[in-house]
T-cell receptor, first 111, second 114 residues
Framework: AQSVSQHNHHVILSEAASLELGCNYS??????LFWYVQYPGQHLQLLLK??????LVKGIKGFEAEFIKSKFSFNLRKPSVQWSDTAEYFC?????????FGTGTRLLVSP | DAGVIQSPRHEVTEMGQEVTLRCKPI?????LFWYRQTMMRGLELLIY????????DSGMPEDRFSAKMPNASFSTLKIQPSEPRDSAVYFC????????????FGPGTRLTVL
């Protein structure tokens, strides 16, 4: 069965620190990959997505993610986080006609 | 576009009562999804529809839960009877292409069952 793993459940960083959130999936076929963000008290919003082409994807608010097919990974990165990046981040993968979400990573950025 | 609309935004009810959550997807979107989010279980897909037809309801926890989509612009998720463990935030999302496209989420309904 298709599954998505986010290894870090909670991450605490200081402002200006660099961020990398891991995402691995298990599905051997063609996939589309997403990162969603949920700010406190809000609904999920799309951060970035990969369908095809350049495996390095740029998203909103300075986020980027790299698709490494050989590692079945789609890690999210940001070189310098801000307090306003405090949120929960979800990786999601489509495979067999279904979008599967990871369990989420809660990021707390301290000012 | 107003985005995905959900009502009510908050619902407090007593155990045993019937609860109906409503969702209006983005106009033109073909697929609609219902999710439940809790601290313990995270984000769970309950059911999704394509062109108003339920495609996968394997995530519906029990027979107490039912969902309908009578037309392209409206869906309901009903819990009858409700139980305290049903307390959660219920999100509705819609998309153009059910398998691959970006899902747009509504603001959610926060349900509390006492």
């Amino acid at each position: 069965a298709q599954s998505v793993s986010q290894h870090n459940h909670h991450v605490i960083l200081s402002e200006a620190a660099s961020l990398e959130l891991g995402c691995n999936y298990s599905y051997g076929g063609t996939v589309n990959l997403f990162w969603y963000v949920q700010y406190p008290g809000q609904h999920l919003q799309l951060l970035l997505k990969y369908f095809s082409g350049d495996p390095l994807v740029k998203g909103i608010k300075g986020f980027e993610a790299e698709f490494i097919k050989s590692k079945f990974s789609f890690n999210l990165r940001k070189p310098s986080v801000q307090w306003s990046d405090t949120a929960e981040y979800f990786c999601a993968v489509t495979g067999f006609q279904k979008l599967v979400f990871g369990t989420g990573t809660r990021l707390l950025v301290s000012p | 576009d107003a985005g995905v609309i959900q009502s009510p935004r908050h619902e407090v009810t007593e155990m045993g009562q019937e609860v109906t959550l409503r969702c209006k997807p983005i106009s033109g979107h073909n697929s609609l999804f219902w999710y439940r989010q809790t601290m313990m279980r995270g984000l769970e897909l309950l059911i999704y529809f394509n062109n108003n037809v339920p495609i996968d309801d394997s995530g519906m926890p029990e027979d107490r839960f039912s969902a309908k989509m009578p037309n392209a612009s409206f869906s309901t998720l009903k819990i009858q009877p409700s139980e305290p463990r049903d307390s959660a935030v219920y999100f509705c999302a819609s998309t153009l292409d059910w398998g691959t496209d970006t899902q747009y989420f509504g603001p959610g309904t926060r349900l509390t069952v006492l």
